[in-house]
Structures are given as C-alpha cells and as structure tokens.
C-alpha cells in the first residue's frame, strides 16, 4: 500500500513544459522522499515559489513565454532556493549562462534519473549542511560596509540587503571567516559543502564572479574579492577590520 503522508517528504518544484517528463521525474523520486509538484510554465513557477516552500527547484531552459534564464533571475530576487536547470545537451553557453545568474547545478536535458537524484541530494544537502553549520558558526560577520548574518543567511551592503543564492552566500561567508588568507578552490569547496558536495572545482569561479557583481567590486581594482593568480581567493581586509 502507498504511503501518502507526504509530511516528511522534500518538497520539489519542476518547472517544465513537457507534461510526460514531469510526470516521470515525480514518479521516480517519489520513493526516495521526494515530493514533485510541478508547473509548465515560467509565471506559474514563480507564483508557487513565492505561495509555498521547496528545498530545490528543477528549472528547464527552454519554457514558453519566459525562458528558463528570466525565470531564474526573478526567482534570485526574491529567493535562495538551490535552483538546478536543465539544459541542451554540450551547450556550455547555456551552462556558463545559468551558473553566472544564480544556478546551484546543471543538467543535460537527456539526464539519467539516477544523476538527477545524485545531484538533487547534493543540493539539498549542502543547503542543509548550511543551516547545521550556521548553529556553530559566528552569529555575524562585519567587514568594511557588508554584514553577513549567518543565522538568517542575510548579506547586507550601506543598509541594503543583497540578494545571494544559497552557494553566493556560502562562498562569502567562508571568505569572510578566513578574511586575509588565501583560499584555494579545493578548500572553498571543502569548507562551503564538504566532500559530498558535487560540483566542478572551475565553477566556483563562476559564482565568485557573480559574488562580485552583487557586490559591485571589481576584479582589476579590488576592494572585497581578490583574485590571487595561481592560487585562489582572498577577502581584503581594511583598515576599520
């Protein structure tokens, strides 16, 4: 008999057109304490991310109306929710894309179902592992005119808050705690998520390009990220830390 207390389960939202695929997806993660819900079109998406609560969301590129890359920029608006795109079989630009406007990971639109439910876990626990950490973590972090709170996972720059994805957070608050010291990328992946984090090591410059961006630093004159060629990244410390 099935259960159909879905109370523990992780709730999932699959925003894609394709009615059969989604259908699939829920039926094959539906075991492994996964509930789908799905939507087929961008504006239907967004309306349930702001209505409810997801752990990860799987966002197809190719939507009707609103491409997958508007829909997730609305989404980084508002939310952090670990967002993992699908996109078109070896188009890197499509990668590059969705990595640079706020993906947690990507999949090739002709995905294996065990590597989406590999790369589901991963997300979800490294926004999990997060939340642990932050327990033990400095409640908050002070540098120059940027507050991270590590309990709400707020970022705020001269009274604004920035928004950041989960991983943008993560990559930040790590730079933060080691301010001064040179991080390579192996370590930032070692420290933001832990071995079982499942993302390429080159991505993380990526992320830590759109870090800048939010951040309005820039690269060749430095005041927050600086690029230590050869070695990795380090958060310049002023004068006032």
Known sequence: MTNTNHNNDSPILMIDDDVKLCRLVKDYLAPFSFRVEAAHTGTDGLAKIKDGSFQAVILDVMLPEMNGFEVLKRIRQFSSVPVLMLTALGDESDRIVGLENGADD????????????????????????????????????????????????????????????????????????????????????????????????????????????????????????????????????????
């Not at 590999?118 to 908050?140: F, G, P, Y």
């Not at 080691?178 to 933001?192: S, W």
């Not at 079982?196 to 820039?218: A, C, N, P, T, W």
């Open 106 to 241: 990507y999949l090739p639109k002709t995905f294996s179902t065990r590597e989406l439910l590999a790369r589901l876990r991963a997300v979800t626990r490294r926004s999990q592992m997060a939340t642990e950490n932050n327990q033990t973590d400095l409640k908050e972090i002070v540098f120059r005119d940027v507050s991270i709170n590590a309990v709400t996972r707020e970022v705020v720059q001269r009274g604004q808050p920035v928004v950041l994805t989960a991983l943008e957070f993560d990559l930040l608050h790590c730079l933060a705690r080691f301010k001064g010291r040179i991080l390579d990328r192996d370590k930032l992946l070692e420290e933001i998520a832990g071995r079982e984090y499942d993302i390429f090591d080159r991505s993380i410059d990526v992320h830590i390009s759109s870090l800048r961006r939010k951040l309005g630093d820039d690269p060749k004159n430095p005041r927050y990220i600086k690029t230590i060629r050869s070695a990795g990244y380090m958060l310049v410390p002023g004068a006032e830390d």
